[in-house]
T-cell receptor
């Protein structure tokens, strides 16, 4: 079945450092979504990528979708304490009907 | 209104109890979902309702029984649960059904705050 792997499992950074999480799928994806879940909170949608090689930016966040549509990354520039939380990628395989979540990357930011 | 509302926020129940979790959205979304999330794990899909009909059941045990009374409401009836069923239960909705074309944002999930369930 479809699997979506996400690394690293967690990362500790000093405030101001950059952070990247990577997502890889065993199958070609029709789209990939990214969600953020704050501690004690619920997943909140950040962005959706659909096109091969797509790059989107939201302020300090940069999202990429690989050329083969099997991998994606989220990069945060100059992390802030408000970036703390778990970042999930979620993909739907081509022709599929279910959105499968990656395991998530927990980000810890030290002030 | 861009929210998904879940009640109760917290629920403690015994293994012989019957209880229900409720979810409501007024965004006109056509698909509603139940996810189960254990600590430090991703949300795990349980059920999907599309246009008020059950379209996906991820082989969930029958002690969990979903119900969709109308397009705005989604319930999850709980009976004879086990301690390992303790988790955060998340309701979500999306504008379109899971089969909606990929280019649209129609399958973006809007989650509720969740119901934290403890089974004793």
């Amino acid at each position: 079945g479809q699997q979506v792997m996400q690394i690293p499992q967690y990362q500790h950074v000093q405030e101001g450092e950059d952070f990247t999480t990577y997502c890889n799928s065993s199958t070609t994806l029709s789209n990939i979504q990214w969600y953020k879940q704050r501690p004690g909170g619920h997943p909140v949608f950040l962005i959706q990528l659909v096109k091969s090689g797509e790059v989107k930016k939201q302020k300090r966040l940069t999202f990429q979708f690989g050329e083969a549509k099997k991998n994606s990354s989220l990069h945060i520039t100059a992390t802030q304490t408000t970036d703390v939380g778990t970042y999930f990628c979620a993909g739907r395989r081509t022709g599929g009907f279910k959105t499968i979540f990656g395991a998530g990357t927990r980000l810890f930011v030290k002030a | 209104d861009t929210e998904v509302t879940q009640t109760p926020k917290h629920l403690v129940m015994g293994m012989t109890n019957k209880k229900s979790l409720k979810c409501e959205q007024h965004m006109g979304h056509r698909a509603m979902y139940w996810y189960k999330q254990k600590a430090k794990k991703p949300p795990e899909l349980m059920f999907v309702y599309s246009y008020e009909k059950l379209s996906i059941n991820e082989s969930v045990p029958s002690r969990f029984s979903p119900e969709c009374p109308n397009s705005s409401l989604l319930n999850l009836h709980l009976h004879a649960l086990q301690p390992e069923d303790s988790a955060l239960y998340l309701c979500a909705s999306s504008q379109g059904s899971p089969g909606t074309p990929r280019q649209s944002g129609a399958n973006v999930l809007t989650f509720g705050a969740g119901s934290r369930l403890t089974v004793l």
